[in-house]
T-cell receptor, first 116, second 109 residues
């Protein structure tokens, strides 16, 4: 089975702290994603990576950065956490769509971040 | 801008009935549409995908339809069970996916 593992299920941080959220997948997927999920707003894409060291901004990249140094690992970084970044963060991976394969997403269990 | 709407935030139905969830989209011409299930505090899990040239797709008690003229997908769960209670999300995209806000389904015993 595909497994996407997020390093922390729950985190509590202070405003201004630097926060790292780590995600590892074990199925050699090319694509990896970071979403945040908020009530009434659904899942919103923060960043997307389609290969090692490659990244694209999603819909809400402000205040975030990402790193993909190895194929299996995709990190989300909050340089200076703010209270409006309190949210559920979801990492996902997929194979690159080719031919008939359409790249459905496999999600991790999520990291609930609270910024005080 | 691209927009996805799921018909209702919450839907309650009696066990054994068919649940029907709706996903409407605008400003988009997707090649395919996906449905996911999400349980509280967990990540979404992929259920079904339907392509633009497919009218209907089935998997066990699940059925999805896709009408590109109406820009709408319907997701049906037949013979619903309390274990089907969850939030269901639709998603559009090719490699970057846009998600609806979800419909929270509760199946009453």
């Amino acid at each position: 089975d595909v497994k996407v593992t997020q390093s922390s299920r729950y985190l509590v941080k202070r405003t201004g702290e630097k926060v790292f959220l780590e995600c590892v997948q074990d199925m050699d997927h090319e694509n990896m994603f970071w979403y945040r999920q908020d009530p009434g707003l659904g899942l919103r894409l923060i960043y997307f990576s389609y290969d090692v060291k490659m990244k694209e901004k999603g819909d809400i990249p402000e205040g975030y950065s990402v790193s993909r140094e190895k194929k299996e690992r995709f990190s989300l970084i909050l340089e200076s956490a703010s209270t409006n970044q309190t949210s559920m963060y979801l990492c996902a991976s997929s194979r690159r769509p080719t031919g008939d394969f359409t790249g459905e997403l496999f999600f991790g269990e999520g990291s609930r971040l609270t910024v005080l | 801008s691209q927009k996805i709407e799921q018909n209702s935030e919450a839907l309650n139905i009696q066990e054994g009935k068919t649940a029907t969830l709706t996903c409407n989209y605008t400003n988009y011409s997707p090649a395919y549409l996906q449905w996911y299930r999400q349980d509280p505090g967990r990540g979404p899990v992929f259920l079904l995908l339907i392509r633009e040239n497919e009218k209907e797709k089935r998997k066990e008690r699940l059925k999805v339809t896709f009408d590109t003229t109406l820009k709408q997908s319907l997701f049906h769960i037949t013979a619903s069970q309390p274990a089907d209670s969850a939030t269901y999300l639709c998603a559009l995209g090719t490699y970057k996916y846009i998600f609806g806000t979800g419909t929270r389904l509760k199946v009453l015993a």
